[in-house]
């Protein structure tokens, strides 16, 4: 793709073009993970970077994601900007002790002398029909992590841009994938001036309820607002596209106008991103709510075999009886 | 139990018995490379020399005698409340200070938490070391100014930050080299294991610097290993080497040897330093629940200090004013570290929200906001 140039691409295309331009404008970003080189990673996001710049700046790593992370934050030390690939939510967790303990932490520790410019990779969520671990939204298990920023966008132009400036941060950054959606297209201009990265937009305007997610669940809530116009309902959507930190002037901003607020996530209810905002939200602007904030998500059950996602998984139905009650009150 | 941990527990040999043993050296005794027996009698290795002037040779006793001294003070600070915990290397001096004179100034080093040793050959002023075991910070020097990275206490985890720098050491051509203390009980560790897959299929110029000091808490080496620990290093594609904890001489000499291969090229090296935990595992542990006596005795007949203040003095290298000049130094670093710490200030309220993101993170400002509020609530009341 040429620079500066509009676009319609898939976000497997878009993050695969935010990446090559990084490689392209800072030598210290190297590209790291299993199986990122020859084959370009599991979802091709990598296709082709090791064949432009090398085995020695898109690297492929022995199978120990412990061990991907660790090596990352000692790169981190001496000055380069790794971008991490984990190759499924799943299998994040070895890798969970060096996030949270040392990576998280490493900042702060040093009293601010050390940055720790990491990004890790995530394709997340289920809709793929794969296997058990290939499935999870881990998300939260993040955003409650001091010192780590959370972000996942919905979209190939979000895709681009958030992996520009998840690079560029000197935070770490876990950038969730919305693997489901890898193969959406969608338009992506790579001369815009891009908004802030942890800011959340309003994906459709609507005065009676505001539907928020991010992620896979964008999608889903913009259906259920088309499906609920048609019954006259005014649904909000907006697209939250950082969990941590979360952008609650932007959705109070949404509620105090439309009143109810449905949160949506494939993660499960239970201590998940949308208790957060639920909580938050019902501190902030009580005295607006036309209803209790409502939460569509996972159940507290482990992700099923892909025989029974569909009913696991917040679709359309669910989202829309969730508006429904909400509207009822 | 080990060939050599089963020697370690015979009794001392007569000066007889150790010169015969010196000129005729058996297979397990080559296993572990010494320099300067716990008798202070310069013996030769195949492998390892060392060539040092009197000047160099008292250099590394007033390391270990003012890292000793300051190691004893901290845990006297701990005992009258002004630490929280301290972590006491006693007995390790050799195996730090020997490899802690090793390194350039450009090498790159990732300690535990019991590092004070190396710390010194760093130049970290000891009293950095002690916030964290007073409460005032979890670290806090920049490590980039020392080439000391900062304390790490989840154990293990700190040999892949290591082995990931030194791949960066590699992708910038320097010709550093990077070492990474752990101990016995990290050898379990899978981030041990995963540090020694990455550096060898990446060839990184990185030495594994394990000291074996025979006790993780309360469990033996033998919970930890069925093998002697530096023989992994050849399931993994590099050399892997016994060195005597408590030798300074054999420790400088194995890892100036490690490095100096680490920096040619030559990829990672592990040095087991064979040595022994004198004091407890921290200032909270008892040691008396799980250890006798009688091995903390057969250790101390192998004291690193005193085997080459014996080697000093018998090669007339130092003198009695030397030994004096030094007590008194000692005295006045106890002194020094000992004010420090009292007058340590406790940080203000405010920086639990500090340095956690570099960029800024809007829950932190609005959570800062907050609770700044609600202190500032009480001065209004005029409490």
């Not at chain 1, 970003?29 to 710049?53: A, N, P, W, Y």
């Not at chain 1, 010192?147 to 690079?167: R, T």
């Not at chain 2, 919970?223 to 005597?244: E, S």
């Amino acid at each position: 793709m040429a620079a500066g140039s509009t676009e319609k691409l898939s976000i497997v295309k878009a993050i695969n073009a935010s990446l090559r331009k990084s490689l392209e404008t800072d030598n210290k970003v190297v590209i790291m993970g299993e199986d990122v080189g020859k084959l370009g990673g599991v979802f091709r996001v990598t296709d082709g970077l090791q064949k432009d710049f090398g085995e020695e700046r898109v690297i492929d790593t022995p199978l120990a994601e412990s061990g991907i992370v660790g090596t990352a934050i000692g790169l981190a030390l001496r000055g380069y900007r790794p971008v991490v690939e984990i190759q499924f939510d799943g299998f994040v967790f070895p890798a969970y002790d060096q996030i949270v303990t040392q990576l998280a932490k490493m900042h702060a520790r040093a009293l601010g002398k050390v940055k720790m410019p990491v990004v890790i990779r995530i394709p997340y969520g289920g809709g793929i029909g794969a296997v058990e671990h290939h499935s999870e939204s881990p998300e939260a298990l993040f955003a409650h992590v001091a010192g780590l920023k959370c972000v996942s966008p919905s979209n190939a132009s979000d895709a681009y841009w958030m992996m520009q400036q998840a690079i560029a941060s000197d935070d770490p950054v876990i950038y969730f994938e919305p693997k489901r959606r890898y193969h959406d297209r969608s338009e992506v201009n790579t001369s815009a001036i891009p908004g802030p990265l942890h800011a959340a937009r309003v994906e459709r305007a609507g005065t009676d309820l505001t539907l928020a997610a991010y992620g896979p669940m964008v999608k889903v809530c913009r259906d259920a607002a088309a499906a609920a116009a048609e019954e006259g309902k005014s649904i909000e959507v907006l697209d939250l596209r950082s969990i941590s930190p979360i952008d609650f002037d932007g959705i109070e901003e949404s509620v105090r106008k439309t009143g109810r607020l449905v949160i949506v996530h494939e993660a499960p209810v239970f201590f998940g991103s949308g208790a957060e905002v639920a909580a938050r939200i019902t501190e902030r602007c009580f005295y607006h709510l036309e209803a209790p904030v409502l939460r569509v998500g996972g159940f507290h059950a482990p992700y099923p075999p892909s025989r029974l996602e569909d009913e696991y998984l917040p679709g359309l139905d669910r989202v829309l009886d969730a508006v429904d009650r909400a509207l009822a009150y | 139990m080990t060939v050599d941990s089963t020697a370690a527990r015979k009794p001392r040999r007569s000066s007889s018995t150790k010169r015969t043993r010196a000129k005729q050296p058996t297979a397990d005794q080559t296993q572990l490379v010494q320099l300067l027996t716990p008798e202070g009698e310069r013996v030769e290795h195949p492998d390892y020399s060392i060539d040092l002037t009197p000047e160099e040779l008292r250099g590394l006793y007033r390391d270990m005698v003012l890292t000793r001294r300051f190691d004893a003070e901290a845990t006297t600070l701990q005992r009258q409340g002004e630490l929280g915990l301290w972590a006491s290397l006693l007995g390790q001096e050799a195996a730090q200070i020997g490899s802690g004179r090793a390194l350039r100034d450009d090498d790159y080093v990732f300690p535990t938490y019991r590092e004070h040793g190396v710390a010194w050959c760093r130049d970290v002023d000891p009293t950095n070391l002690l916030g964290m075991f007073r409460g005032v910070n979890n670290g806090g020097w920049d490590p980039n100014s020392n080439n000391f990275h900062l304390y790490t206490i989840v154990i293990g985890s700190q040999t892949l930050h290591a082995t990931g720098y030194a791949m960066g050491v590699a992708k910038d051509g320097a010709d550093s080299a990077v070492i990474a203390y752990f101990g016995d009980g990290a050898s379990s560790q899978g981030d041990v294991a995963e540090a020694f897959t990455f550096s060898a299929v990446y060839n990184a110029p990185v030495v594994f610097f394990c000291q074996n000091n025979q006790w993780a808490i309360s469990e033996p080496t033998e919970r930890q290993t069925r093998v002697p620990l530096y023989q992994r290093a050849q399931g993994y594609g590099f050399p892997g080497v016994r060195v005597d904890g408590n030798d300074v001489l054999a420790c400088l000499a194995v890892t100036r040897a490690a490095l100096e291969r680490a920096r040619s090229g030559q990829g990672p090296m592990l040095v087991e330093a064979y040595t022994y935990r004198m004091g407890a595992h921290t200032t909270s542990d008892d040691p008396t629940r799980y250890r006798a006596d009688e091995e903390r005795e057969l250790w101390e007949a192998k004291d690193p200090i005193l085997r080459l203040r014996t080697y000093l003095t018998r090669e007339e290298f130092a003198d009695e004013e030397f030994f004096t000049a030094l007590e008194q130094e000692s005295d006045a670093l106890a002194k020094r570290v000992r004010d420090a710490v009292r007058s340590m200030p406790d940080p203000d309220h405010m920086a639990i929200f500090e340095n956690i993101y570099a960029d800024g993170h809007a829950l932190v400002d609005e959570e800062r906001a907050q609770f700044a509020a609600y202190q500032a609530s009480f001065a209004e009341e005029g409490h």
